[in-house]
């Protein structure tokens, strides 16, 4: 038996109501042969005539259930558990991995900021900055901060606060020095 597993996807997308109406009745799923990879399942319908068709807004897929939730969970920390020891053979000495917790989330945005504003780059090396994309990291830092007023540990609430103000700070120094070197803004189009 192969370690491959065996599953059919299934389009839960919603219908609208026109096309509920005029589909045909989907024919039965075969049975999946022994080997074969994931099958889609979609129910057939009528194309529709350029008139007809209007813009669609996006729609989100239902929210899974809990007992999906659960499976998945379940099925995803066999898989993080069945790496970590393979990982762990090839290196006996390593030890287990410390969980994963709010403080990680938060070192991996500023982490993140700071490797967007040029940090970590090798000496002689130019640095590569990503203003845009820090000021996003950071935004997102200060949405953690809202999203989460209240609900934090001191301990978390000083870890975040702290790191939020050095990514800030980092920032101004940047955009400043961005400044001081006269980068100007390019010509409006037509006026060269």
Do not use: H, W
């Not at 042969?33 to 807004?57: C, D, I, Q």
């Not at 200060?142 to 934090?152: E, F, H, I, S, Y």
């Amino acid at each position: 038996m192969s370690d491959t597993p065996k599953f059919e996807v299934i389009d839960r997308r919603k219908a609208k109501a026109e096309d509920e109406m005029t589909q045909t009745p989907a024919a039965p799923a075969e049975p999946a042969e022994p080997g074969a990879g994931p099958r889609l399942v979609v129910s057939e319908s009528k194309p529709e005539t350029p008139a007809a068709v209007e813009p669609e807004t996006p729609e989100m897929p239902p929210a899974p259930t809990a007992e999906e939730s659960l499976q998945q969970k379940s099925a995803y920390d066999a898989s993080a558990q069945r790496i970590e020891d393979l990982v762990r053979a090839q290196n006996p000495s390593m030890g287990a991995l410390p969980p994963v917790g709010f403080e990680s989330l938060v070192q991996q945005l500023y982490l993140s900021a700071m490797i967007q504003m040029g940090a970590g780059t090798q000496e002689g090396q130019r640095p590569r900055v990503d203003i845009l994309g820090a000021r996003q990291t950071i935004d997102l830092i200060g949405v953690l901060a809202d999203k989460t007023r209240g609900n934090l540990t001191d301990a978390e609430d000083g870890m975040l606060q702290t790191v939020l103000f050095d990514v800030r700070m980092a920032f101004l120094e940047l955009t400043n020095m961005i400044s001081l070197q006269g980068v100007q803004a390019p010509p409006p189009p037509g006026k060269r």
